[in-house]
């Protein structure tokens, strides 16, 4: 699972997602890339289930690169605790997505149509609308 080796502040402000990604918007490694359409968290557990889920649809061949590093920890309240007594302990991590970012990415000499399947079974797993796009080189063609 994806997390941090060490963070400064254990615990973080839930913070907010407004705008457009201002950077990881465009495809810049492989052929073809998960697009987010709208703002959310998207948990290592996520990531991971949708690499897996890549992996296992291109049958090993090909390249996947992850965008998107989950470096935030998000907290939760032991179920049945009385209020106060301070924040909760840390629960899972998750990556912070806006609209825009390119999540993951496919390449490596692999046909379009696995590659889209791919991706397709990927966004399945993720708790954000997506949609696939192709880089310039390849949509050129």
Known sequence: MLMPKRVKYRKQMRGRMKGKAQRGAEIHFGDYGLQALEPGWVSARQIESARRAMVRAMRRRGKVWIRIF?????????????????????????????????????????????????LKLASYKLSVKSRIIASDSVAGD
């Open 70 to 118: 989950p470096d935030k920890p998000i907290t939760k309240r032991a179920a049945e605790s009385r209020m106060g007594k301070g924040k909760g302990a840390v629960e899972y991590w998750a990556a912070v997505v806006k609209p825009g970012r390119i999540m993951f990415e496919i390449g490596g000499g692999i046909p379009a149509d696995v590659a889209k399947h791919a």
